[in-house]
């Protein structure tokens, strides 16, 4: 509306002139200037009203496109701060590290809004610490480490203009991000934006630190917790049986019986060589991490030339280019490893099996991985109990595939024997460059 109203002015007001002169040169010029000098006073009056108007019509077009200028450098200026804050926080949310992510961020402060330093406070109990610094070494006070507010971190010359953004974490503060400089200065809206922006990428940075803390803290625990009952359900029972075993061998022979103690005797030898198979197994699962330049298949690939070796049973590892070259998450792999690791230990138990074939193929969104055997296959009716087919780390097996989101089923083999089959699914499998997010 307003570019019309000055539309119409800038039309109408030349006319009226034109008419006004043309009037006036009529009625009132005529009988006083013969032409043509009525003629050269209209032409000199109208040239003079042009050239005004020309001027002030310009003088408008150069304060718009100063104006102009002013609001695309201001574009120009949010458009590099918000690049800027997705590049930092993309390198943020890509590294573990949250002493560089500090840095990272400090830095960024202190360039993005030109300040002469920038640093972060880390509150602990009452006090607070510094926890990354941006700037001259001499600009911050190193001792005492711990300071109540943060012009305490300052040295005297550097303590004008402090401005602080707060980290919060639910209704707690848990520091500050803070700039400060050697002259006094105020900082526009879109400059306390752009810090308390910096701040929130801080405070996410932070908070993903404590979160992953906590769930290798819980990933240790439960392993610690699988290890223990497996060594309850393995090694205990077998030292038990062992100890049951050499009573009675020391009863048999009190009774001169040499004959049946040498039966206990072979049985008890029978055991010692199986709980020394189960830990010389648990101790190379332990040491066989899947390490980021060998992969899930590579490290299948040596478990299985290791078991095949230990367990006198044939183990073929068999992956397609596609499986192979999906990537996953570290807790992903380690938990398929183990899984397959057990499977192998439940052949070797009780499989009565000759050769195990460990297939890992993709479809589509799916990462399946399958332990077949040539066994005697699954137990059936009154079979189960007396196989100890309960006992055979299922329940590990199926904690583990829970905690990756995964399913975990187990069937009669289609030419006998015993199949595992465990199926990552999700809708983000990728390829190469992709991850399986569990």
Known sequence: MRHSRLWWTAVLIPVAILGGIELLADWVLDPYLPFPLDTAVVTATALALAVLLVMVARRRMDLLARALDARTRELERRGATARALHQLGTAVSGTRNLDASLQSVTDAARQMLEADVAFVLLQDAESARLAATSGPDDAFVRSPVEVAEPAEALQEGFRHSIVAAPLHRGERTIGSLAIAGRTERTLDVDELGTLSSLA??????????????????????????????????????????VNTKSQAVEALLQQDRTEDARGQLAELAAAARSIYVDVREAILGLASPVTPDRGLVGALEEYAA????????????????????TELSAETEAQVFRIVQEALTNVRKHASASRVTVAVRRHDATLEVTIADDGRGLPHDGQAAASGWPRFGLASMRERAASIGAVLEIADGEGGGTRVTLRLVSGKVSGPAGAVPV
């Open 306 to 325: 290791r078991f095949a070796a230990s367990a006198k049973i044939a183990v073929a590892v068999d992956a397609t280019p596609e499986a192979a070259a």
């Open 200 to 241: 929130s990428l801080l405070t996410l940075a932070i908070e993903n630190a404590r979160l992953e803390a906590q769930l290798r803290e819980m990933a240790v625990r439960g392993e610690r917790e699988r290890i223990a009952r497996e060594m309850h359900d393995g090694l205990a029972q077998v030292l038990g049986y």
